[in-house]
């Protein structure tokens, strides 16, 4: 199971991932579209199918060829991810054995959810502040980079639990806790107790940590990772505060997620959807946010994922799209991603419903400087507009899967100024 410490601080570190030696074995899982690219940069050993019938390859590599392999599948595939990484081949195997992906796409989701808590998604929807978005992308990517392997990816990761928890203050049904088995970095996650259905768990996750594809695991690497996923980070935070400023009390449980090691093969995500499947959680719906603040020409502001995610959940995105966000003027389309393209694949493939909302990108439908020392806010404009969107989008989904329960009334139900 994932053993969090609850303050993440107390008690020895418990890592059990990949270590930090860039000459480690890592093995990989991926498709075997992607291995055709990478063949000089692994070894394959296996070639299995997943559940859905993927022609899928396992392969060795090394640690320091990670970024190389992020690097084939961002400038030829037009993508991040695009494998799930473990420390041994037996995991890996393991791993897709035990593969849920067709039983999560097709279950049953949120099928009896009608859209009917209009009196606080309305509410909600005019209080996302941009300056706030942009403060947020803009700590995060002043680190030197979050990378898995680094101090400025743990140090990241702390400021974002310290900075979700006084979000909290005051509020005796929300924890915070560090995942420190998630990965080398922890992941992040903050849960808000449901009053109803405490056992129905809606979870809200964007990656946490950021890569430069040119370096090889250099724990000193230039990844400001802005875009990628500093901005998925922060729709996060701002639909946080917003609800827990207005004292909003959910029907179900909620746990916001920062997810750990995204960009070297999902392993803070896959952590935690292995655990929670281990121990028989009950997760509802997933959402993912991994890029939300690139908008470049005349494109659509949003785009739903529409492969490994769950047809019922994706068609219940569109109804929210179109009841909250497209009377606002915006616009949206669908896209394909690719094999473990991000977070929501762990969910899929550990038996979730899971799907995702990404952003526009330019006309070729992809962010130019995912990737290097240019994913800044300064080459998004100096704006955090498109995020924007997304908050609103979190909103929505928050409040219309969670449900309200009531307000908390006399507490930290105050919005304090920008920092
Ligand atoms: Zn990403």
Redesign the pocket.
Known sequence: TVRARADGRRGPPTTTAAPDDPFAPVYIVTSDATWQGIRGLARGVARPRDSTGMPLVIAETRADRLGDISRYVHENERR??GYFAFPDRAQAEAFVRGDRAKLAMAKSALARYALDNQATVGRWLPQVQEQRLYDTINHLSRYRNRYYASSHGRTSAEWIREHWQSLAAGRSDVTTELCSTCSTQPSVILTIRGWDLPDEVVVLGA?LDSINGSTRNDPNQLAPGAD??ASGIATLTETLRIALADGWQPRRTVKFMGYAA??VGLRGSNAIAQSFRASGVNVVSVLQV??TNYKSGAVTDMKLISDYSNTDLKNFFVTLFDTYLAPMGLTRSNTACGYAC?DHASWTNAGYPAAMMFEAGDPGGSFPYIHTPYDTLATMGESAQHSVKFTQFALAYLGETAKTRGRVTGGPAQVLPAQ
Do not use: A, N, T
């Open positions: 991040c991810g990656h990628d996923d995204e960009e991994d890029m991000s």
